[in-house]
């Protein structure tokens, strides 16, 4: 059977909303080149995390930065052009002279700035005080704004026409008596180069205005914030925390260190509860050299972080900038954010919070408007026979006219094509063996006994609690008919038991094989050897902690994932290691087997998630684009798409033909740790640290539903058979069911809705919540539906 093409060309592409794609070779580690042969894909979302860092200057992609285009755009062999000395008693002309002169400083053109200097007989020390406040009035740093921001607007020409006449000579002066006059490639004194550089990263940070006026100029954008009407004082909020961040590393990269400081302990406690931690981590960036190593920090310097304004919130936040001719902040606003301006009403802030909190903002809307085929493909059709005791179970039962309408749904349900599913091949599946139309027909017929839950009909629960768990459980998986339990274990080990009166049992000998007739009716059962059963297997190979464990579906195969950085591949014939998957550089957090089987997905601390076949050495697909960890994968019913949950507080769903992301979800205030898909195939729920889960259309790419119950991490979902009821298992020691009919049944998805991402979410969680069970002192682990409808649960008994 043929897998998904591997596609060889290691190149990662670096897509930037401005500017032209730049193609990056990949570099050492970054995730391009471990695989061999991978597609490295950078996602919608901006920068692609690890992979492609932009490398200019002007952080667009390739854009040179606005304020030192004046240099660039100039013609470079211009002489200066100042016919007479310029009078500098008029204290207008002396702010703007001084406003040139400091600009050519920071420019670092020292034969421009002492030709102006000697034409305007100015001291040295008189320019050195231009930057301070006081000097001129207290206005020499808002001077020089005002006037980079004039000198900016006329590059084109050679002269501007508004200033006075030094201006015009200022900034002819630039151009033409720098030292080396620009090359195309050149932005100031950085070379885009065509490598990711991290100096080149950080160089966008070059001082661009006086450390002591930064609180001034927070401060006064604040003030107008919060003076401004409440329609637009919810969405320009939005903007204290990247403007912030980025103020404070400017600071921090031109070596102010006391005025940082300051900054930040001023300002730190004004942003959302849920940035804690990522100022905790920036915190701790208080020198120059701090930068360069830190990954999270890059990771906000190359990835635009993402803002969703109205338009007339847009315009009344220009009008105010360039009225205080504050240039320090519009030109952060340009340079690190994505504003993804809507036409329409302004959001309340309630709709805000609900979509906020990811490490990088929202998501564009252009990113989940792709289509998305989140139906289920075409059952093969299998004859069902009917057993005379499954008869004999439907007249006791007293009502077999429940009982056949059913049976014809789900008859139903394999004939008929989803309009909505992908086609049949597009991407190429294992061809279903005997064994597998055995086990479907054994399927279909727990189905008919199956339970209909609902309001008035819980299911039961059966917990499965680890004790004297061998140094921590750290991942548990269940079969799909509920017959074996695996737990992965911090001792390196993985443990199988069968939950069954059915013991474990390994195949014999090959000498002993080659004695069974090969032909007989029960040859399975006489290959394997009695000596051998017990109801627990002990699985070694690992060295470190096993982190993620996954049942193929024909149960022949256990997948597992560690912190040793490898995915293994265990038979449960023979309970040995068939393969080691190696990859990933670090440890690997999750995996998960495909429903059809054969393919499989992996997701890990070098935040990348990879697609393999069970015949390859090499992934597939490598799905970069997440800005931390990936915690958790999962497949979607339809094995066409895979959603990755990440520590930079997103979900993303990336299509297994292309390796593009085809979603991005944001919402959650914490890193996610659980993922489920409905069995339609049309809903995603997701839980994370901040102990909500939320619940997304996949076909309109929007959040649908909030649950709120949890006081602690969600670390397992799992939607019941039919897709009535959601099981959410937490850190708090409690399963609670959800009433999943109820929570999408009213959805009204309008076109306005899907076009500018508005949600209103309804405040019912509380009806939703249909119950809830403590255990004694049990973290819930992981949760499985059987066949029938029953919950089992597991976990780690935790002693207070």
């Keep these: ?40 894909n950078n996602g919608p979302n901006g920068g692609g995390g690890n992979v492609a860092a932009a490398a200019s200057a002007g952080g667009d992609g390739g854009t040179p930065n606005p304020v030192v285009a004046v240099s660039a755009a100039a013609p470079a062999g211009a002489a200066p052009v100042p016919t007479a000395a310029p009078e500098v008693g008029a204290p207008h002309d002396r702010q703007t002279l001084l406003a040139v002169l400091q600009f050519l400083r920071q420019s670092n053109l ?14 040295e020390e008189a320019v050195a005080g231009s930057g301070a406040p006081g000097e001129a009035d207290g206005t020499g740093a808002e001077a020089a704004s005002a006037l980079l921001s004039r000198v900016t607007a006329s590059a084109p020409g050679p002269a501007a026409p508004d200033p006075p006449s030094t201006a015009a000579s200022g900034a002819t002066t630039v151009s033409g008596s720098a030292s080396a006059p620009a090359a195309p490639g050149k932005v100031g004194s950085v070379a885009v180069e065509d490598q990711p550089d991290v100096s080149a990263v950080l160089s966008a940070y070059n001082q661009q205005g006086d450390p002591a006026m930064y609180e001034e100029y927070y401060s006064g954008l604040k003030h107008f914030i919060e003076c401004s009407l409440d329609c637009h004082r919810a969405e320009l909020s939005q903007l204290f925390y990247p403007l912030f961040v980025h103020m404070y590393l400017e600071l921090v990269y031109n070596q102010h260190e006391n005025e940082a400081k300051s900054f930040f302990e001023k300002f730190h406690g004004d942003q959302e509860c849920y940035y804690q931690d990522d100022l905790r981590v920036l915190s701790s960036l208080t020198k120059k050299e701090h930068m360069k190593g830190n990954e999270t920090m890059l990771d906000f310097r190359t990835s635009k972080f993402v803002l969703r304004i109205s338009r007339d919130s847009y315009q009344l936040l220009k009008r105010h900038l360039q009225e205080k001719q504050n240039n320090q902040i519009w030109n952060i606003v340009q340079e690190h954010l994505y504003i993804d301006i809507f036409d329409g009403m302004p959001r309340s802030k309630q709709q805000i919070d609900a979509m906020v909190g990811s490490l990088a903002g929202e998501a564009k809307r252009e990113a989940n408007k792709s289509k998305v085929f989140f139906g289920l493909l075409k059952e093969p059709e299998i004859e069902v026979p009917l057993d005379d005791e499954d008869e004999e179970g439907e007249n006791e039962e007293g009502k077999p006219k429940k009982k056949k309408p059913k049976k014809d749904s789900i008859g139903s349900k394999s004939k ?20 597998d139309k055995l086990d479907k027909i054994m399927n279909m017929k727990e189905t008919t006994k199956r339970v209909r839950l609902g309001p008035d009909c819980l299911p039961s629960i059966c917990f499965y609690t680890f004790l004297n768990a061998y140094q921590g459980l750290t ?7 509920s017959s074996l339990i695996a737990g992965g274990f911090a001792d390196s080990t993985v443990r199988v038991w069968s939950v069954t009166p059915k013991k474990l049992r390994s195949v014999k000998q090959a000498a002993d094989l080659s004695l069974i007739d090969k032909e007989s009716d029960d040859v399975l059962e006489r290959i394997m050897d009695e000596k051998t059963a017990s109801e627990l297997k002990i699985l070694y190979g690992h060295s470190g ?17 560690s912190e040793d950085g490898t995915v293994r591949l265990w038979s449960l014939q023979t309970f040995t290691c068939l393969v080691g998957y190696k990859g990933h550089n670090y440890p690997v957090w999750d995996t998960q087997f495909s429903p059809y089987g054969y393919y499989f997905v992996s997701g890990g601390h070098d935040r990348v998630a990879r697609l393999w076949a069970t015949d390859h050495y090499q992934p597939l697909r490598i799905f970069a684009g997440h800005l931390a960890d990936v915690n958790c994968t999962r497949f979607h019913p339809n094995s066409n798409y895979v959603a990755t949950g990440s520590a930079d507080r997103t979900v993303r769903l ?3 033909l292309n390796g593009n992301c085809v979603r991005i979800f944001t919402g959650h205030k914490g890193p996610i740790h659980s993922l489920t898909f409905s069995p339609n195939g049309r809903f995603l729920a997701t839980g994370a640290t901040d102990g909500r889960v939320l619940l997304w259309d996949i076909g309109h790419g929007l959040m649908v539903g909030e649950l709120k119950g ?39 998805t309008d076109d306005f809705t899907t076009a500018t ?36 649960a597991a976990g780690a008994y935790s002693p207070q």
Aim: proline letters at 7%; aromatic letters at 6%.
């Design 1 to 40: 059977m043929a897998a998904l093409a591997e596609e060889q060309t290691e190149v990662a592409v670096k897509l930037e909303p401005e500017g032209q794609p730049t193609l990056l070779p990949p570099q050492a580690g970054d995730g391009a080149g471990e695989g061999g042969g991978g597609t490295t």
């Design 757 to 792: 991402g508005h949600i209103n979410l309804p405040e019912n969680s509380q009806e939703l919540l249909l119950g809830t069970y403590m255990t004694k002192s049990t973290p819930v682990v992981h949760l499985h539906f059987t066949r029938r409808n029953l919950v089992l």
């Design 416 to 435: 008929k094509q989803d309009p909505n599913a992908p086609p049949q091949n597009r991407i190429p599946l294992p061809e279903l063996k005997d064994s």
């Design 110 to 123: 020292r034969e421009a700035e002492e030709a102006l200097r000697r034409e305007a007989r100015l001291l």
């Design 710 to 748: 949890h006081t602690d991490t969600v670390c397992s979902l799992r939607f019941s058979r039919d897709g009535e009821i959601l099981a959410s298992g937490s850190m708090d020691n409690t399963v609670r069911l959800w009433d999943a009919i109820k929570a999408f049944e009213d959805l009204e």
């Design 545 to 561: 902690p096993v982190y993620g464990a996954s049942f193929s579906p024909d149960r022949n195969y256990l997948l597992s994932s």
């Design 654 to 656: 990336w299509d297994v």
């Design 475 to 481: 991942a548990v998986d269940v079969t799909d008919d």
